[in-house]
């Protein structure tokens, strides 16, 4: 089994009006003349979701933020997965540390919209991570390994399964995690992966999260089991987020 390409996405959060589709069509066209060794994916809010799809930039794909769990019903304010794949996008962030705080978001419901993804065809991008509290207690891999095993369903392969690693404190504060730690608990989840999946498992992507920059880019892709990155900030400009997806012209 060939593994897939590294993938750098971005994640804009509650950031970005109509007038930011001229972001992704500048990184479209910074891709189209430079190129781009990885695949790359923007998720917009679901109010610019129609307006990205629509501009048919052929070369990046574009997915969503959250999904509901079930495909229909009376869920006020809530999108269903089928609804957003309905709309042309290929993937669907789940159990984003900010879901999972703010949300309530168990593993199990992270689990059920995973599977809701996966099941209208989109690749479910699974967050995980510590809090600061976690990891100065020495529970980094514990209670990261265990929202892998918990939050992942029995339906993942490489085709439409993604883990993200953001260690809740990296988040847009700047601060990141060294290499050592980094590459820690890439290993850790790659393990669970492998013991659960098997050959695929050792092919599904890990992404790693947490104030990615173009500064720190190649340091932190270069890791061994980072398949790539969830940028949040860095990924509102095209300047700087094709400064990320850089790095792999970089990396062999």
């Known amino acids: 089994m060939t593994a897939p390409k590294a993938l750098v996405a971005g994640n804009w959060k509650m950031n970005g009006l109509k007038a930011s589709a001229s972001e992704l069509s500048k990184l479209n066209t910074l891709i189209q003349e430079k190129g781009a060794k990885c695949d790359v994916l923007i998720c917009p809010p679901y109010t610019l979701i129609n307006t990205f799809v629509s501009l048919n930039a052929k070369n990046v794909s574009i997915g969503a933020q959250d999904c509901h769990m079930n495909m ?11 609804m957003i794949c309905d709309l042309g996008c290929e993937y669907i962030i789940v159990g984003h540390s900010e879901r999972r705080a703010d949300h309530g978001e168990s593993n199990e419901i992270v689990k059920a919209k995973a599977v809701a993804a996966q099941s209208v065809g989109a690749t479910a991008i699974i967050c995980v991570g510590e809090t600061i509290e976690q990891r100065e207690a020495g529970q980094a891999l514990q209670v990261v390994t265990t929202q892998v095993k918990a939050s992942i369903p029995d339906s993942a392969k490489v085709e439409n399964t993604i883990i993200a690693y953001e260690p809740v404190w990296a988040i847009g504060t700047g601060h990141t995690p060294t290499t050592g730690d980094v590459e820690e608990v890439h290993q850790a989840v790659r393990d669970v992966l492998q ?4 050959d695929a498992g050792r092919n599904i992507r890990i992404l790693y999260g947490g104030s990615v920059k173009a500064s720190n880019a190649l340091e932190l892709m270069s890791v061994k089991n980072v398949n790539g990155a969830l940028v949040g900030g860095a990924s509102l400009k095209a300047d700087d987020f094709y400064g990320i997806i850089s790095a792999y012209d970089k990396i062999g």
């Open 72 to 82: 229909s019903g009376a869920h006020t304010g809530d999108i269903s997965a089928e």
């Open 195 to 198: 013991s659960r999946f098997g």
